[in-house]
């Protein structure tokens, strides 16, 4: 198991699976395939803040994509620095769920969300270790 610190059995279940999408969007960057990378970043988050959600609350996460309600549930306000990426990002759900064209992003663009979506990553993680 990657996760060592005090966490919930459910948590490291969310934490696993963010991990392995942001590989995962690593892979499509490598292979070009931009608009899985906003998307799989999206997820990456999303259950980030599952995970956040799962290890500080009796609750379950919602069953929703919103990544601005999910931040909101979770009770964390997002570094100015990355607060603004994780809005864009919860906005990009539905367009890359359902692309309408495949070139829409473009490399640099799909470049620049998923190291975004590491350092978001290495927050939350940060975050997580602080709460365990």
Not at 35 to 64: C, G, M, N, Q, R
Not at 88 to 97: D, E, G, H, L
Not at 115 to 122: C, G, I, L, N, Y
Request: proline letters at 4%; hydrophobic letters at 40%.
């Amino acid at each position: 198991m990657h996760y060592t610190f005090g966490v919930k059995k459910h948590t490291v279940h969310w934490l696993e699976l963010a991990r392995y999408d942001l590989k995962t969007a690593e892979h499509m960057l490598k292979s070009r395939r931009y608009i899985y990378v906003v998307f799989l970043s999206h997820l990456t988050i999303e259950k980030l803040l599952e995970a956040y959600i799962t290890e500080t609350t009796t609750d379950f996460p919602p069953y929703i994509h919103d990544l601005n309600k999910l931040t909101e549930k979770a009770g964390l306000a997002f570094p100015t620095s990355l607060a603004g990426f994780v809005d864009q990002m919860s906005k990009a759900s539905v367009p890359t769920r359902y692309p309408e064209d495949l070139k829409a992003i473009k490399r640099r663009t799909a470049e620049e969300c998923f190291e975004q979506t590491r350092k978001v990553f290495k927050w939350l993680e940060r975050q997580l270790k602080s709460v365990a």
